[in-house]
């Protein structure tokens, strides 16, 4: 019997992540849109097939799903990047991985257009401290892209008189907003990371 239970138990909780996250797809696409002030847990409700009062057994209130809608945009592309960076052969150079980065951060903004570019839209839209809480998690994120910039540099992979910093929001910042110009006819994504790369690490000029 209680075999049965557990096993009921792990069923039902594996129900109610699916659920809660048909709401978060939902509250993603809807707030894309319409933005934070335009988005009514009605509207997200519609979205997910659901009743709207439903929505707060899993989210204490519309301020909760946004938050946790714009933490899963930032969270789900660096455990994305980490998985790539930890597939990778021990022997790959520094500049491997920042490329590796790149198309794997890109090609999840594609892949998960709605998050990133609610995300993107919403950090200016939401309250104040909503917006503290989103910076610390970007931040968590930023520490990567950090470490792998200084350890290229480091390495003597890339050049030693570029300011990081900038060069490292230059980078998100491209690749971010890849997302709200994107379209199937510009070409397949993977061809878009080739390029974005070979810019960044050869740039646009022809060496004569």
């Not at 019997?1 to 909780?13: F, I, L, N, P, Y």
């Not at 659901?50 to 899993?58: D, K, N, T, V």
């Not at 919403?122 to 989103?134: A, F, H």
Request: glycine share 6%; charged share 25%; net charge positive.
């Amino acid at each position: 019997m209680r075999s049965d239970r557990k096993t009921a138990g792990a069923k039902a909780e594996g129900k109610s992540d699916k659920t809660r996250r048909r709401i978060l797809d939902a509250a993603a696409l809807v707030l894309r849109h319409k933005g934070f002030a335009g988005t009514r847990l009605v509207d997200i409700a519609k979205v997910a097939d659901m009743q709207a009062g439903s929505l707060y057994y899993y989210f204490g209130s519309r301020e909760e799903l946004v938050a946790e809608v714009m933490r899963t945009g930032v969270c789900s592309a660096f455990d994305a990047v980490t998985r790539r960076l930890a597939e990778m052969p021990a022997e790959a150079s520094h500049v491997d991985r920042l490329c590796a980065a790149m198309e794997t951060h890109l090609l999840f903004l594609v892949e998960q257009s709605d998050y990133a570019s609610a995300t993107i839209k919403l950090i200016g839209q939401v309250p104040k401290d909503m917006q503290q809480q989103q910076i610390a998690t970007e931040r968590t994120y930023g520490k990567l892209w950090k470490q792998l910039l200084r350890d290229a540099r480091d390495a003597g992979e890339i050049r030693a008189d570029l300011n990081l910093s900038a060069i490292r929001m230059m980078i998100m910042g491209a690749l971010n907003w890849s997302v709200e110009w994107h379209r199937p006819e510009n070409g397949p994504a993977e061809h878009i990371a080739r390029d974005f790369i070979a810019m960044v690490m050869h740039g646009l000029a022809v060496r004569r």
